[in-house]
């Protein structure tokens, strides 16, 4: 039996993800090459649809096919988990088939130029030859990475002009956010570090020795560091003591700016560490705070917005699913 459902914002897992480009490029990795072959080809089962969006119609083949690409390789899941996730990866395909239909209704396109921009923005987090590498653990070739990047980059744009263009913030409600938050902004001292972590003591004094021969620290750390922030150059970002372990702290708030550590022992291996910036204690003034602040609210208007047009979207449209077909799935498995 077909099931027609209202989703409401409560099970949205997109929220203000949707907006931010790299996030819609990591979704479109998902579902890019479904969504566009379902709308261009009949549903090759003669059983009823799982899905039904508007004129569009998804079989529970298709759908399961492109879930279990979604998984992580190896990734145990119990049979609730994966019923969990299913349910989580319908309802995002469903909101980001309703996104680009909706794209294609008002024409909304990129060209070529913003393609090439943005590709090079993003090969930036990915020093070395870590992208080609990333692109080969997904088994993906450069175009079909770029056409990804298309669809992600007209997905932004649309909600730049149908959803955002209204936003703004006023200097009146930035004022009353510090006046009301004032604690928020009392910082601790705090470092911007990079480090890189390597299994032995070994790897490690090779890593240290590239290091004191001129090579970049983000290079090596992409190279060597078994941690998982390598791929942004071992950046941890700014913290304060006691947000990290504690042979961090011992080492990093008296190591002076731009200077190299030596190895330090863990309990997670053995540690090179680069203070790159630090900061003094303080209270931030409004007018310090006032981009911050700004960003922030912005941020939830714009996190407000979406949900209310993606919820007038649904309202419009004529969706049903087949949830019958899932638990049959799963009983199955059972």
């Known amino acids: 039996m077909l099931v027609c459902i209202t989703l409401k914002p409560p099970i949205l897992h997109m929220t203000m993800r949707i907006y931010h480009l790299r996030v ?16 261009s080809e009949p549903a090759k089962e003669k ?31 119990s049979g609730i988990e994966r019923e969990e996730l299913q349910r989580s ?26 393609v090439e921009n943005a590709l090079h923005g993003y090969q930036k987090d990915y020093p070395g030859s870590s992208f080609e590498t990333m692109l080969q653990e997904r088994g993906m070739s450069m ?6 990047l298309r669809e992600s980059l007209i997905m932004e744009k649309l909600l730049d002009q149908a959803v955002y263009a209204s936003v703004s913030v006023t200097d009146e409600e930035v004022a009353a956010y ?23 003591e070994a790897e490690g004094q090779r890593a240290l ?21 390598a791929q942004q150059g071992g950046d941890l970002g700014f913290f304060a003591r006691g947000q ?6 011992a080492i990093v708030f008296d190591l002076p700016v731009n200077r190299l550590s030596d190895l330090v022992k863990s309990d997670y291996g053995y540690h090179i560490f680069l203070v790159e910036e630090k900061r003094k204690a303080a209270r931030l003034s409004k007018q310090d705070a006032e981009g911050e602040i700004r960003s922030a609210l912005e941020a939830s208007k714009k996190e ?21 077909q899932l638990e049959a799935k799963a009983e199955k498995r059972n």
């Not at 996104?99 to 396109?109: C, G, K, M, T, V």
């Not at 175009?143 to 990804?148: G, I, K, L, M, Q």
């Not at 020795?209 to 941690?227: D, I, N, T, W």
């Not at 919820?311 to 419009?316: G, H, I, K």
């Open 47 to 77: 059983s009823p649809p799982l899905i039904q969006i508007n004129d569009q119609a998804i079989s529970k083949t298709e759908f399961l096919t492109e879930f279990e690409k979604s998984l992580q390789k190896d990734q145990p899941l």
């Open 304 to 324: 407000e917005q979406y949900l209310g047009w993606l919820q007038d979207m649904r309202a419009r449209a004529v969706i049903s699913v087949d949830w019958a």
């Open 24 to 39: 819609l490029i990591l979704l479109s990795l998902c579902l890019l090459g479904f969504a566009s072959g379902c709308s």
């Open 89 to 114: 990866f319908l309802v995002q395909l469903i909101d980001r088939e309703l996104i680009h239909a909706e794209a294609r209704r008002l024409n909304i396109s990129v060209t070529e130029a913003d």
């Open 178 to 200: 510090y006046e009301a938050n004032r604690d928020q902004f009392d910082r601790p001292a705090q470092v911007r570090a990079r480090q890189i972590v390597v299994a032995s």
């Open 143 to 148: 175009s079909a990475w770029r056409e990804e």
């Open 244 to 249: 990290m372990p504690p042979e961090f702290d």
């Open 209 to 229: 020795g590239l290091l004191r021969q001129g090579q970049a620290f983000a290079e090596v750390a992409a190279e060597y560091s078994l941690s998982p922030d």
